[in-house]
């Protein structure tokens, strides 16, 4: 059998629409994750009981769920009760959610990993709970996890790829419709697998100089 790539990348424009809305969906969702697990971290070891019980059930609902059932609640199952989501934002939603939850655990294991002195140290500078927290306690627990979080992170970036069975037009969407429209499925498919271990490469990259210089370490 030929190959014929050529016809694949003739629609580039499907192609290049979808990465770029991969992005999009990515950039949007990893922030939001972020700051949410960091959120239910803190309410995991410092609100009061209730708080604690409804972060302990969302983690462990998402954690123990496949990310596609979790999509399909939030396009499918939501309009039921009267909430109507677009494709894009119900992708957006569930990845946020979804690394939320695992971001949780991670965080959490790098705050109890702080040493108590640091913590006294900072009571004894005056510094509010909030201060300790935010400048002593979350910017080193944040590097101990960096590299854990990082993973999680790309996983939510690949899992995109499930997005395409609600119609979210990012590029595994944007391969099944090639694929169906030139009969060049293996052609396809290897052009999108290349795109992903691209984006995930580069994204790895970025976080790994993004981490030291703007999220845990000293701002020069």
Do not use: H
């Amino acid at each position: 059998m030929a190959m014929d790539f050529a016809t694949v990348l003739g629609q580039w424009p499907m192609l290049l629409k979808g990465l770029v809305l991969t992005a999009v969906l990515t950039g949007i969702a990893v922030p939001v994750g972020v700051l949410l697990g960091i959120a239910c971290a803190w309410t995991r070891l410092n609100a009061g009981r209730a708080a604690r019980a409804a972060v302990a059930a969302y983690v462990e609902v998402f954690r123990n769920t496949p990310f596609i059932i979790q999509l399909f609640f939030l396009f499918f199952g939501l309009p039921s009760v009267g909430v109507r989501l677009s494709p894009e934002v119900a992708s957006v939603l569930a990845m946020a959610l979804n690394l939320g939850a695992y971001a949780c655990e991670q965080i959490r294991a790098g705050i109890e990993a702080t040493p108590r002195g640091q913590i006294e140290a900072a009571q004894c500078l005056a510094l509010s709970r909030g201060q300790i927290f935010r400048r002593v306690v979350l910017p080193p627990s944040l590097g101990r996890v960096w590299p854990a979080l990082t993973g999680q992170i790309i996983i939510v970036m690949l899992g995109s790829a499930v997005c395409s069975q609600i119609s979210t037009e990012e590029i595994s969407y944007a391969a099944n419709m090639i694929s169906s429209r030139t009969f060049r499925s293996f052609e396809s498919y290897i052009v999108v697998t290349l795109v992903y271990l691209g984006l995930a490469v580069l994204l790895r990259q970025l976080l790994n100089w993004f981490g030291p210089r703007f999220v845990f370490g000293r701002r020069r």
